[in-house]
T-cell receptor
Framework: DAKTTQPPSMDCAEGRAANLPCNHSTISGNEYVYWYRQIHSQGPQYIIHGLKNNETNEMASLIITEDRKSSTLILPHATLRDTAVYYCIVRALSDSNYQLIWGAGTKLIIKP | DAGVIQSPRHEVTEMGQEVTLRCKPISGHDYLFWYRQTMMRGLELLIYFNNNVPIDDSGMPEDRFSAKMPNASFSTLKIQPSEPRDSAVYFC?????????????FGPGTRLTVL
């Protein structure tokens, strides 16, 4: 599975949109981009995933560049409860490999 | 649904003692994962099961670690004997089988301290 690069930390003002970047320049055509987050003292939580098209759900939007070498997770109206470590993971769906490779993630701090 | 349930939430034990961590996955999920998280090494996959069968245990650090899944609703991770370097947060996660997604749903974790 391809590797990802994320900034170690970011700040965002409460109520503003938080834009978290992720580089995955070696991504393969069959690899999806997944985002999880981990709030302090909790287990990781799935946010969203996508292959080529932009995706949106009740939590966030995922924007994937046309060449698929990078993506941005957007939290449209950040709240203090969105303070967490955000992980960008790329992987191919495979019956023989079910592993998620977790990097260090981006520590997002939402400030009042 | 109650989500993935783990017990105990906190465990403090002394070196050399046996430790058993428990997990109840989400009903209907075919895959179960055990992870360990430390500040130094981040989140590491230890072992995962598909339909109660261990598929990949290459992440299990030593023979002191063992995991079982006797049925679809219960799994255990056992450490015997425990050592201080085993201190970590241990997460269990489960996932439904699908060709479009393999989203993993995590439990709240067990914080293990070995003195």
């Amino acid at each position: 599975d391809a590797k990802t690069t994320q900034p170690p930390s970011m700040d965002c003002a409460e109520g503003r949109a938080a834009n978290l970047p992720c580089n995955h320049s070696t991504i393969s055509g069959n690899e999806y981009v997944y985002w999880y987050r981990q709030i302090h003292s909790q287990g990781p939580q799935y946010i969203i995933h996508g292959l080529k098209n932009n995706e949106t759900n009740e939590m966030a939007s995922l924007i994937i560049t046309e060449d698929r070498k990078s993506s941005t997770l957007i939290l449209p109206h950040a709240t203090l409860r969105d303070t967490a470590v955000y992980y960008c993971i790329v992987r191919a769906l495979s019956d023989s490999n079910y592993q998620l490779i977790w990097g260090a993630g981006t520590k997002l701090i939402i400030k009042p | 649904d109650a989500g993935v349930i783990q017990s105990p939430r906190h465990e403090v034990t002394e070196m050399g003692q046996e430790v058993t961590l428990r997990c109840k996955p989400i009903s209907g999920h075919d895959y179960l994962f055990w992870y360990r998280q430390t500040m130094m090494r981040g989140l590491e996959l230890l072992i995962y099961f598909n339909n109660n069968v261990p598929i990949d245990d290459s992440g299990m650090p030593e023979d002191r670690f063992s995991a079982k899944m006797p049925n679809a609703s219960f799994s255990t991770l056992k450490i015997q004997p425990s050592e201080p370097r085993d201190s970590a947060v241990y997460f269990c996660a489960s996932s439904p089988w699908s060709r479009r997604t393999d989203t993993q749903y995590f439990g709240p974790g067990t914080r293990l301290t070995v003195l």
